[in-house]
């Protein structure tokens, strides 16, 4: 089905490839959970410090070089090459992890493995888009989340688990046959959607090209400061939570529950974006909801992990809306040849890693853990007034309404 988006350009929709996209989101959102609340735990154990942050500095200084640069690899290679390439750096890495002991030799697959991961979902989003329709950008992008979430979901109670039977080398091992199964599937099924990037412009041309879009930089900056919410969270809130005596069987299933959100409400939320609101009001409730989430994880002395448990759900409820309602803002102000926009857009991840990192290393020279709480808290409200400036995307019902009119 051709279509039309609201700038004019012509868009085709490809629902078969779309669920076969689908299917490798599941895939390696369930993998990646196996990996996401262990490797801060790693790289304690390596380093015997909580202040790990400059780790994951170091790999998305890397991240971010490679995303600024990625258009131009997409016009040599194209995006199946890409993605199939990101797939076997991760089964790489996996392998060096379980060859090697925990150790700084691990460190540096660790590293590998995190650059190859933000590659692998940078590229799987281009080719969806290149198979998708604006006006159906949220419902699109909600259900592609929503199951991506769903894979995501069954990951930290796993991963536990596998932590307490078997070590890092059980997760490893249980990853390493996910990664080979996804390789497989992907040259089978994704394996023609070679699409290039018909244009090649340098780093300051990209640059000045998106700085002239100004809603463009203001979404980048409403996933800016999601990703800087992620960024800290995920390294810091089972370091904190262990410390203060929990174990990995409770945060097992306290990081399960708080995921159960991504799945309810991205695909609804998604949908009705589409249909009757656009996104830019419920991304200013939401930012409300992910700030006073985050502010109450620094307040809470609590022992009881009920509470905990229900702070996390707190802020993952805003945390699932803000993320599907930026990917559908973005994606319906671009289309599928826009792979330089989609590229940048995309650094909003190593950018908040890089920043988040850096201070946070800093910060805890000096206070505690709860205080990169607080430096979360501040950042999530600051993007409520660039969301406020937004210009909204037409629903549905608004563009009927226009042709009443």
Known sequence: MKNKNQFGHVEKIDRKRVHFINITSFLMGFAAALFAYVVSSYFKEVLGTDNVGFIYLLAYLIILFILLHLHKIVYIFGKSFILHLSVVLKIIS??????????????????????????????????????????????????????????????????????????????????LVVYVFILIFNLVYIRRTNHRFRTKINVNELLKKVYKRKNIMRIYYVSFVLEFFYA???????????????????????????????????????????????????????????????????????????????????????????EILRESYFFKRIDGNDVDIVDFFNTSRPVAFIIATAISSILLLFFSTTSVFLLVAIVCFSAIYPALKLADNKSERDAKKELVC
Request: glycine share 10%; proline share 3%; aromatic share 16%.
């Open 232 to 322: 800290l969270m995920i390294i810091y809130v089972p370091i904190y939570l262990l410390e203060k005596g929990f174990t990995w069987d409770q945060l097992g299933v306290a990081f399960t529950v708080m995921l159960i959100p991504f799945v309810l409400v991205q695909y609804p939320v998604g949908l009705m974006a589409d249909k009757k609101t656009g996104e830019k009001e419920f991304l200013i409730f939401s930012f409300f909801i992910l700030g006073i989430s985050t502010l109450l994880f620094y307040l809470s002395d609590s022992k009881d992990i009920m509470v905990w448990t229900t702070i996390l759900v707190l802020g993952r409820i805003g945390a699932a809306l803000i």
């Open 94 to 175: 996996v392998c060096g992890l379980l060859i090697f002991p925990v150790s700084f030799t691990g460190i540096w697959f660790m590293i590998l493995y995190t650059i190859a991961g933000t590659l692998s979902w940078t590229i799987l989003s281009s080719i969806l888009e290149s198979f998708s329709v604006d006006n159906e950008s949220g419902r699109i992008r909600g259900m592609h989340l929503s199951i991506s979430n769903a894979g995501y979901l069954v990951g930290p109670l796993l991963s536990a688990q596998l932590l307490n039977k078997y070590g890092f080398d059980g997760v490893f091992f249980v990853s």
